[in-house]
């Protein structure tokens, strides 16, 4: 591919993102942000914000050189294309490359006409202004996480729909988040009245497999007697109950929040 001379003056000179520009705030920073605000921090945990930015730019280089699409010899170089989708888009190096939509984002990272993009994104400057106007605008009702879960963070409960604010139009804006491997946390959420647990399908199957072994010893009059009464027992209340209940805390720890509102 050739390599065009591009004005990366003039590609950063317009971005989508800055129409939150014209939005003020009012407040001054410590109303409008919480206590240890970084936008490094807030584009870490947000990379789509980062994306939309370079992409945007992209558009706008894209236009200014007046280069042909070169999307074949863009895909064609495998690395390349890997490292944009790895580091710009969140993607995995094998979930997208089958993936049509997905397939779809990363073309929209091709700088006709240049083979290195990755080495001018480098060299692009992201719009903090724009991003912090984002969050005050968009990501505090969003829910958005504003950065890595600390390990003194204590008490975060996963982020779900009943820890919105009655009303709609305000959403999650009454706590803060934090992100940790891709999961977003409540960090000043109670751990009880703010928890919402994902709903267990699968009790009916339980409770017809505890039916089972009560037929069977009942079939039997020395099972019955000497292993009928306690085990009977201890597995309705062992295995009927607390693996039940563990198995909903487990799932709740571990399940993963929906995100994009992000």
Wanted: glycine share 6%; charged share 25%; net charge negative.
């Amino acid at each position: 591919m050739k390599n065009v001379k591009i004005s990366l003056l003039a590609a950063g000179a317009t971005l989508v993102l800055l129409a939150c520009s014209s939005l003020e705030v009012d407040n001054p920073i410590e109303e409008n942000f919480p206590k240890d605000w970084s936008a490094a921090e807030y584009i870490k945990v947000n990379p789509d914000l980062r994306s939309l930015q370079l992409k945007d730019q992209v558009l706008i280089m894209n236009t200014l050189s007046g280069a042909e699409n070169d999307d074949a010899a863009f895909l064609a170089d495998t690395p390349t294309v890997e490292l944009l989708a790895t580091n710009y888009m969140g993607f995995t190096k094998t979930d997208f490359w089958t993936d049509k939509n997905k397939m779809k984002v990363v073309r929209a990272y091709n700088i006709y006409g240049v083979d290195n993009e990755a080495a001018i994104f480098d060299t692009l400057t992201l719009d903090t202004a724009a991003i912090e106007r984002q969050y005050v605008v968009y990501g505090v009702i969003g829910g958005r996480p504003y950065r890595t879960c600390a390990t003194t963070d204590a008490n975060l409960v996963k982020k779900g729909e009943c820890q919105q604010d009655e009303n709609s139009a305000i959403g999650y804006s009454k706590h803060v988040y934090c992100a940790s491997e891709g999961v977003t946390y409540c960090m000043d959420c109670d751990p009880v009245e703010d928890d919402c647990p994902e709903a267990i399908v699968d009790e009916p199957e339980s409770s017809s497999s505890a039916a089972k072994p009560e037929s069977s010893d009942a079939a039997g009059d020395e099972s019955s007697s000497s292993e009928g009464g306690e085990p009977a027992a201890d597995s309705s209340s062992s295995e009927g109950g607390e693996p039940a209940t563990d198995s909903s805390s487990s799932e709740e720890a571990s399940a993963e929040s929906s995100s994009s509102a992000e």
